[in-house]
C-alpha cells in the first residue's frame, strides 16, 4: 500500500490512526490509536497525540507538544512548542475512567503561543490567539488575544493574527 504521507522512523503511530494526504510526522511523535489527522499537517519532535483525537487540515505543531483524549481540533491550527491540552478537571492517578473525560474544542484558524496550557472543558473560538505561558481556564470568543494566568481577553485580532486598534 502507498503510503501519501510522511513518518520519520523514530516516530510511532498504533494502529488505527488515521492520517490525511501530505501530513508529516517527525522524530519520537507518538500517534495513538483511533486518532483522525487531517491533510497537510505537520508534527514537530516529540509531539503526542493520544487516542480518540481528532485534528483538522492544515494543522501544524511545535516541538514537545502534548493533546490527550477528549481534544478535537479544527483546520489551520497552529500549536507552539511545549504547549498541552488537558482532559481531567479532578485529576487522582489512582482514579481515571472515560467519564471523567472533559472535551475541548479549537476552532478553525486559532494560534496557540508556546508553553500555553489549554485546561479541559473550554472552546477556542475562531481565529483566536492564546499568548506564550498562557493558562486558559474559560473559553475564549472569536478573534481574540489572550494572554496571562488566567488568560484574560486584551485585544481583538484580525484574521491575520494582528492586533486590531490599540
Known amino acids: ?4 504521507y510522511f513518518i520519520h522512523p523514530t516516530a510511532v503511530c498504533d494502529d488505527g490512526a488515521k492520517i490525511g494526504k501530505g501530513t508529516k510526522i517527525w522524530h519520537f511523535v507518538h500517534i495513538c490509536k483511533n486518532t ?3 491533510e497537510n499537517c505537520i ?37 507552539g512548542p511545549n504547549a498541552t491540552f488537558t482532559n ?7 482514579i481515571w475512567n472515560d467519564d471523567k473525560l472533559t472535551k475541548t474544542e479549537v476552532k478553525d484558524g486559532v494560534s496557540i503561543g508556546a508553553g500555553a496550557v489549554i485546561v479541559c472543558g473550554i472552546t477556542l473560538g475562531e481565529y483566536s490567539v ?4 498562557a493558562v486558559v481556564t474559560k473559553d475564549v470568543p472569536p478573534y481574540s488575544l ?13 484574521k491575520n493574527g494582528f492586533p486590531i486598534g490599540k
Open 130 to 133: 492564546i499568548g506564550a505561558g
Open 43 to 79: 508534527f514537530g519532535h516529540c509531539v503526542y497525540v493520544d487516542s480518540g483525537v481528532k485534528i483538522g487540515n492544515g494543522c501544524k505543531f511545535q516541538n514537545n507538544v502534548n493533546v490527550y483524549h477528549g481534544v478535537t481540533i479544527g483546520n489551520n491550527v497552529f500549536v
Open 36 to 38: 483522525e489527522i487531517g
Open 88 to 94: 481531567d478537571l479532578y485529576p487522582r492517578a489512582e
Open 1 to 4: 500500500m502507498f503510503m501519501d
Open 146 to 158: 489572550v494572554v496571562g494566568n488566567p488568560a484574560k481577553v486584551v485585544k481583538k485580532v484580525g
